[in-house]
């Protein structure tokens, strides 16, 4: 069973390198985001190695949300193989996130 990962600028660079990660960038003072947070536990334990689910405290990595131009959170981004192929503002249901993983 996978768990949500937690993403600083030490580990985001080799985390999202290669394969399907879903990184959500979210903040503990944020209500939609801790919402989100039960759909992306459950998200993790249903994909397990086919995709990294992964989030970004933006209060700690403020680079990373400048580098992605998060202007609103929850901010969800699919990156295959580096690369930013689908991004979501706000809770978005578990259905429409493994659909976005396919």
């Known amino acids: 069973m996978s768990e949500v ?13 290669t394969g399907t990660v879903l990184v959500d960038f979210w ?3 944020c209500g939609p985001c801790r ?7 459950e998200l993790a334990a249903e994909v397990g ?3 990294v689910i992964a ?15 998060v202007r609103s959170i929850p901010a ?3 990156l295959k193989d580096g690369q930013v192929v689908k991004n979501f ?5 578990k259905t429409t996130l493994l659909n976005a993983l396919k």
Do not use: C, S, Y
């Not at 503002?89 to 249901?93: E, F, H, N, R």
């Open 35 to 41: 919402m989100l947070g039960p759909v992306l536990d």
């Open 5 to 17: 990962k937690h993403l600083n600028a030490d580990n985001f660079e080799t985390t999202t390198a």
């Open 27 to 29: 903040a503990p003072w």
């Open 89 to 93: 503002t706000g809770v978005q249901d």
């Open 55 to 69: 989030k970004v405290n933006i209060e700690e990595v403020q680079e990373l949300a400048a580098r992605f131009k």
């Open 76 to 78: 969800i981004f699919i």
């Open 49 to 51: 190695d086919d995709a």
